[in-house]
């Protein structure tokens, strides 16, 4: 049998054991209850929440700067698409090099190269000043389906007026635009002798298409071919061109046949 001593070491030290367990319970115990304890972690919580809150909040920044980019660049192609007007028309090429229009639009409203200014049609490498040129020329060809680009001072350009507002009666009547005296006059001829290879005055445009100078005009005249020459051109957008004078379209050709 174990000794006396050795049973009261092996109590002593199970009441040790005992103890020391009672000890450390208690004292986990009241650190858990502590508000030290209490206030960390607390503490902790919050800053996780507040990590959650932070990451939601980036989150819907994020899809609101989304739908506002994709809702600008939507806009942005409705502009631009609404810019666009594909016309069909004849194989003649307009003044403006880009649009055709038809025969159903508006009698005595030139018909090649002009176009308004919501049918403009932006090409990306054209500069603000390029297109406001380009736009100017297509309102003016709009005036009249004869347009007479002259300069005030220019004695060719004065032959090439005489000719058509006084010897000849023709509607709509010739629209006259003095290059010398419009703002834009430089860059507009700029324009005319890059889509119309003429590059000096009178250059007359019949539907966008350059029916020649002051020279052109007198041999017209002088050979009585003028008459059937812009009628040829001009087709149902001249409602009327005449001689004023004795030798009307139908006595010449009558003399020519006999």
């Not at 194989?91 to 403009?120: E, F």
């Given at each position: 049998?174990?000794?006396?001593?050795?049973?009261?070491?092996?109590?002593?030290?199970a009441?040790?054991?005992i103890?020391?367990?009672v000890y450390?319970?208690?004292?986990?115990?009241?650190t858990?209850?502590?508000?030290?304890?209490t206030?960390t972690?607390?503490?902790?919580?919050?800053?996780q929440?507040?990590?959650?809150?932070?990451?939601?909040?980036?989150?819907?920044?994020?899809?609101?700067?989304?739908?506002?980019?994709?809702?600008?660049k939507?806009a942005?192609?409705?502009k631009?698409?609404?810019?666009?007007?594909?016309?069909?028309?004849?194989?003649?090429?307009?003044?403006a090099?880009?649009v055709?229009?038809?025969?159903d639009?508006?009698?005595?409203?030139?018909?090649q190269?002009?176009?308004?200014?919501?049918?403009a049609?932006?090409?990306e490498?054209?500069?603000?000043?390029?297109?406001?040129?380009?736009t100017?020329l297509?309102?003016?060809?709009?005036?009249?389906?004869?347009?007479?680009f002259s300069k005030?001072y220019c004695?060719y350009s004065?032959?090439?007026k005489h000719?058509l507002?006084?010897?000849y009666?023709i509607?709509p009547?010739?629209?006259?635009?003095?290059l010398?005296?419009?703002?834009?006059?430089e860059?507009?001829?700029?324009?005319?002798?890059?889509?119309?290879?003429?590059?000096?005055?009178?250059?007359?445009?019949?539907?966008?298409?350059?029916?020649?100078?002051g020279?052109?005009?007198?041999?017209?005249?002088e050979?009585?071919?003028?008459?059937?020459?812009i009628?040829?051109?001009?087709g149902?957008?001249?409602?009327?061109?005449?001689?004023?004078?004795a030798?009307?379209?139908t006595?010449h050709?009558q003399?020519r046949?006999?």
């Amino acid at each position: 049998m174990p000794s006396q001593r050795r049973m009261r070491l092996i109590a002593v030290l199970a009441l040790i054991t005992i103890i020391v367990i009672v000890y450390i319970s208690r004292g986990a115990h009241q650190t858990h209850g502590s508000d030290f304890y209490t206030k960390t972690q607390q503490a902790l919580q919050e800053s996780q929440f507040q990590e959650a809150a932070k990451q939601r909040d980036a989150d819907g920044v994020g899809s609101r700067l989304k739908a506002a980019e994709d809702q600008a660049k939507k806009a942005a192609d409705e502009k631009y698409d609404s810019k666009k007007v594909a016309i069909e028309g004849d194989d003649q090429k307009g003044v403006a090099g880009r649009v055709k229009l038809g025969g159903d639009k508006v009698p005595g409203v030139a018909a090649q190269g002009g176009r308004s200014r919501d049918q403009a049609i932006v090409k990306e490498d054209e500069t603000p000043e390029a297109h406001e040129v380009e736009t100017e020329l297509n309102l003016i060809l709009k005036k009249s389906p004869m347009i007479i680009f002259s300069k005030s001072y220019c004695p060719y350009s004065k032959k090439a007026k005489h000719i058509l507002l006084e010897k000849y009666r023709i509607l709509p009547e010739p629209y006259v635009v003095e290059l010398d005296l419009h703002p834009l006059g430089e860059k507009l001829q700029a324009l005319l002798a890059k889509s119309t290879g003429r590059r000096t005055v009178p250059n007359i445009l019949l539907l966008g298409k350059s029916l020649g100078g002051g020279d052109d005009m007198e041999e017209l005249d002088e050979t009585e071919t003028l008459v059937a020459k812009i009628k040829e051109m001009g087709g149902s957008r001249i409602t009327e061109v005449e001689h004023r004078g004795a030798r009307p379209e139908t006595s010449h050709r009558q003399a020519r046949r006999s």
